[in-house]
């Protein structure tokens, strides 16, 4: 388990944890379940250290510096932090700013909606329950509760809702 940072946008009683730590207010937020699956030392220069996280959604990287340097007695925070690679999407596969200018590059990197989000559960509607939900209404809905749901219909990415209770409730309707 990790403790999240005070200045984090978790909710305490409905409002985001840093606020009220901004406010000087004492935020004691609590530990929540994340998964570490490696941790690379890349170099040390003390007072530096520089390493490489892999890890699930929802881990606070400022929490791993600050629990090191607790557990070595001292104090520590990060300098510098730079998210490479979330889910399947990389830093590897981005243009470059020199790519940016060039349209057949552009045209090349692009990826389907349904695609960049293929990490995220998905049904498909007919088109009566498109219609429904384009005018921003429920349908049924048999997936287990998920706070996002890709919906497609002729497989392209027609919203994505939330699904609770068995229905589907449209947040954002894609026509």
């Known amino acids: 388990p990790q403790r999240p940072p005070a200045y984090s946008a978790r909710k305490i009683s ?3 944890a840093y606020r009220l730590a901004r406010r000087g207010e004492e935020v004691e937020l609590p530990e929540v379940e994340v998964e570490i699956h ?12 520089t390493f490489h996280v892999r890890c699930s959604s ?5 929490s791993i510096a600050r629990d ?3 557990r ?25 700013l020199e790519q940016l200018g060039d349209p057949a590059a552009v045209a090349a990197a ?9 990490t995220f559960p ?6 009566d329950d498109a219609r429904h939900l384009t005018h921003g209404r429920p349908v049924q809905c048999a997936l287990p509760d998920a706070e996002t749901i890709l919906v497609l219909h002729e497989d392209r990415l027609l919203a994505i809702g939330r699904a609770a209770g068995g229905r589907l409730e449209p947040n954002k309707v894609f026509v």
């Open 14 to 16: 409905g409002e985001r």
């Open 38 to 49: 490696a941790i690379d030392v890349i170099g040390i220069a003390l007072p530096d250290a």
């Open 58 to 62: 929802g881990t606070y990287i400022r």
């Open 68 to 70: 090191v340097a607790d």
């Open 72 to 96: 070595l007695g001292t104090c520590g925070h990060l300098a510098a932090l730079r998210r490479t690679a979330i889910g399947p999407h990389s830093v590897a596969d981005a243009l470059s």
């Open 110 to 118: 692009l990826i389907a909606p349904a695609a960049a989000l293929a």
């Open 122 to 127: 998905r049904m498909s509607v007919d088109e």
